[in-house]
C-alpha cells in the first residue's frame, strides 16, 4: 500500500506538466479566429469585480481567502477559520456590480459561496409606435436590465505546494420581461514554486452547456443556441525585490484576442499598493489601486482607465474570523 507521505507527494510531480498542459491549452485556444465575438451570453462574467484582483490584472497565481472565489477557486484551499468579502464595482454606462463572498474550512478542504450581482440601470425604450402608420419613436419609456450568478465553490490542498479547486455557477438574466438561465463551472490549480516566493496558477472559467436564447417571454424566438464566455487564464509571480511581488497574466476569451498583463504589488504593513499594465488592451490598458489590513479587516480599491468612458471604480471590504 502507498503511504500518506507519497500520496502528498505525487501531486507536486505531476503539478508542472498539468500546469503546462492548461498554458499549452490556452495559447491553442488563442490562434483561432475570434469568431464568436458577439455571440456570447451572460458576457458579464467576464468582468474583474474583485478589487484587489482588478488592481493587479487578475489573480489566477495569488489568488487567496473570499476573493479567490471570483478569479481562481484553488485560492480557497488554504483558508483557515471563516472569511467574508463585499464589492462594488461602478462599471461602465451607469452599471453597478456587486459581490458578496463566505469561505470555511469544511470537507477536508474549504467551501464557499458567492453572488454576483448586475444592474444595468435605467435604460430607454425605443421601437415603433402606431396601428396604422407606424412612426419610430426614440422614448417610449424605460426597462430594466439585471445579470445575476449564484455559485458554490470547493478547494482542497493536494500537498503543501498545489492546490485545486472548482465552481459550479447558476446564472440568469432579465431584460425587460424577458429572461434566460444557464449553468456554467471553473476549474483552477495553484502551485508554489518554493523558490524566491514563485508561484503559478491557472485557471479554466465559464465552461459548460450552450445557452439556449429563447426567452421566457417569446419576444426572441428563433435565435440560436449561445456559448458561454469560456476564458483560460494563467499568472506566474514571485519576488521582484523586498516587499514587492511582480508577475506576468495570460488571458484569453472565448470572443476576445489574447492580453498580457504585466502586475506589481508592493506591501508595506499593513497596507499594499498595486499596479498592472495591459500590454495587449488599449481600450482599459491600466489599472492602480491599494489595500489595507488590520486585525482581520481589510479595505481594497482600483481604479482601472479607459480610452472613451470614465475609469472604472472598485472597492471591496472583508473580514476573517
Known amino acids: 500500500m502507498m503511504s500518506k507521505s507519497m500520496v502528498l507527494k505525487n501531486p507536486v510531480k505531476w503539478a508542472a506538466p498539468?500546469?503546462?498542459?492548461?498554458?499549452?491549452?490556452?495559447?491553442?485556444?488563442a490562434e483561432g479566429d475570434n469568431d464568436k465575438v458577439g455571440s456570447v451570453a451572460f458576457k458579464f462574467l467576464n468582468i474583474q469585480t474583485d478589487a484587489r484582483g482588478a488592481a493587479l490584472g487578475g489573480l489566477s497565481a495569488q489568488a487567496s481567502g473570499a476573493g479567490a472565489l471570483f478569479s481562481n477557486p484553488a485560492g480557497i484551499a488554504g483558508t483557515e477559520g471563516m472569511n467574508l468579502t463585499f464589492g462594488y464595482s461602478q462599471w461602465l454606462v451607469?452599471?453597478?456590480?456587486?459581490?458578496?463572498?463566505?469561505?470555511?474550512?469544511?470537507?477536508?478542504?474549504?467551501?464557499?459561496?458567492?453572488v454576483v450581482s448586475?444592474?444595468?440601470?435605467?435604460?430607454?425604450?425605443?421601437?415603433?409606435?402606431?396601428?396604422?402608420?407606424?412612426?419610430?419613436?426614440p422614448n417610449q419609456g424605460t426597462f430594466t436590465a439585471t445579470d445575476m450568478a449564484m455559485q458554490v465553490s470547493y478547494a482542497q490542498n493536494l500537498s503543501d505546494k498545489f492546490s485545486i479547486g472548482g465552481t459550479a455557477k447558476i446564472l440568469s438574466q432579465n431584460i425587460d420581461n424577458e429572461s434566460i438561465g444557464g449553468l456554467?463551472?471553473?476549474?483552477?490549480?495553484?502551485?508554489?514554486?518554493?523558490?524566491?516566493?514563485?508561484?503559478?496558477?491557472?485557471?479554466?472559467?465559464?465552461f459548460?452547456?450552450?445557452?439556449?436564447?429563447?426567452?421566457?417571454?417569446?419576444?426572441?424566438?428563433?435565435?440560436?443556441?449561445?456559448?458561454?464566455?469560456?476564458?483560460?487564464?494563467?499568472?506566474?509571480?514571485?519576488?521582484?525585490?523586498?516587499?514587492?511581488?511582480?508577475?506576468?497574466?495570460?488571458?484569453?476569451?472565448?470572443?476576445?484576442?489574447?492580453?498580457?498583463?504585466?502586475?506589481?504589488?508592493?506591501?508595506?504593513?499593513?497596507?499594499?499598493?498595486?499596479?498592472?499594465?495591459?500590454?495587449?488592451?488599449?481600450q482599459?490598458?491600466?489599472?492602480?489601486?491599494?489595500?489595507?489590513?488590520?486585525?482581520?479587516?481589510?479595505?481594497?480599491?482600483?481604479?482601472?482607465?479607459?480610452?472613451?468612458?470614465?475609469?472604472?471604480?472598485?472597492?471591496?471590504?472583508?473580514?476573517?474570523?
Open 284 to 321: 482599459q490598458d491600466m489599472s492602480v489601486g491599494a489595500g489595507v489590513n488590520l486585525g482581520g479587516i481589510s479595505a481594497n480599491f482600483a481604479m482601472t482607465l479607459t480610452q472613451h468612458f470614465d475609469s472604472v471604480m472598485r472597492f471591496g471590504i472583508g473580514y476573517s474570523f
Open 118 to 137: 448586475v444592474n444595468y440601470g435605467d435604460i430607454m425604450k425605443s421601437g415603433w409606435a402606431g396601428t396604422t402608420e407606424f412612426v419610430f419613436e
Open 184 to 206: 456554467a463551472f471553473d476549474i483552477g490549480t495553484q502551485f508554489d514554486i518554493g523558490y524566491k516566493g514563485m508561484k503559478m496558477g491557472a485557471v479554466i472559467s465559464n
Open 208 to 282: 459548460g452547456p450552450d445557452v439556449e436564447s429563447v426567452m421566457t417571454g417569446g419576444g426572441y424566438q428563433g435565435f440560436p443556441s449561445m456559448s458561454l464566455p469560456m476564458t483560460f487564464s494563467f499568472g506566474v509571480i514571485g519576488e521582484a525585490m523586498p516587499g514587492m511581488n511582480a508577475g506576468l497574466n495570460v488571458l484569453k476569451q472565448a470572443d476576445m484576442e489574447q492580453e498580457f498583463i504585466l502586475n506589481a504589488e508592493y506591501n508595506i504593513s499593513p497596507a499594499a499598493l498595486r499596479f498592472s499594465y495591459n500590454l495587449n488592451n488599449p
Open 18 to 29: 498539468f500546469f503546462l498542459i492548461i498554458a499549452m491549452q490556452s495559447f491553442t485556444f
Open 94 to 114: 451607469e452599471t453597478n456590480i456587486t459581490n458578496f463572498g463566505f469561505v470555511m474550512p469544511m470537507m477536508g478542504g474549504a467551501v464557499g459561496v458567492s
